[in-house]
């Protein structure tokens, strides 16, 4: 086997075993409650370690929200894959596209997610962190797009960062009225209807 091929599989089962014990931490959070829960708790429900839980997961909050680490990136990516003769706005909806697949695979698991997030202040606070990281990818993402600085590392002006900030939030606010419908209404209609209220007129 070469040593590509290791690295893929060890990739794989690393994978795995951190999907598996962010499930498990899920359901001790939703059953007890995310504050009562502690690292030993979330260790002893796995068959863990601590020590072993801590190394897919540095704190409790990541073990919840790690799954959101790269929706970032993946927006950024399907940004820049817009067809250039695309407005920002528009560009920037279907790039959202990649984050709401996310909510459609699961979306028991999404919304149970969601929930805890919005009524947890440690984890709401620690996701809008991760989500301020998110806009100078997107940003950067549409200055690429319009092609300034070529040849160099594209630099966001201020209308392409506000606009990349108002589109997180389209996305947080659409997420809101999904889970307080239980999931019934279709999140696709909510971040289109959310997109369309700032839509240049």
């Not at 962190?129 to 998110?134: D, L, N, S």
Request: charge should be negative; include cysteine.
């Amino acid at each position: 086997m070469s040593a590509a091929a290791r690295t893929s599989t060890r990739d794989i089962a690393r994978a795995a075993v951190r999907a598996q014990l962010a499930e498990v931490a899920l359901e001790l959070f939703q059953r007890e409650g995310f504050e009562k829960v502690t690292l030993d708790d979330l260790a002893t429900a796995a068959g863990v370690s601590r020590s072993t839980f801590l190394r897919y997961f540095g704190t409790k909050e990541e073990a919840v929200l790690a799954a959101f680490d790269a929706h970032g990136d993946q927006a950024a990516d399907a940004l820049r894959a817009r067809p250039a003769d695309e407005d920002d706005w528009t560009a920037l909806r279907h790039a959202l596209d990649t984050v709401v697949a996310r909510y459609r695979e699961d979306p028991a698991r999404a919304l149970a997610t969601t929930r805890l997030v919005r009524d947890t202040p440690a984890l709401c606070a620690r996701q809008l962190e991760k989500q301020h990281g998110w806009r100078p990818a997107l940003a950067r993402a549409l200055a690429e797009r319009a092609g300034s600085s070529a040849g160099s590392p594209a630099a966001a002006t201020l209308g392409q960062t506000v606009r990349a900030a108002a589109a997180l939030d389209c996305l947080n606010v659409a997420v809101e009225h999904w889970s307080a419908s239980d999931g019934r209404l279709d999140l696709v209609e909510l971040l289109d209807e959310a997109f369309a209220a700032l839509a240049p007129r």
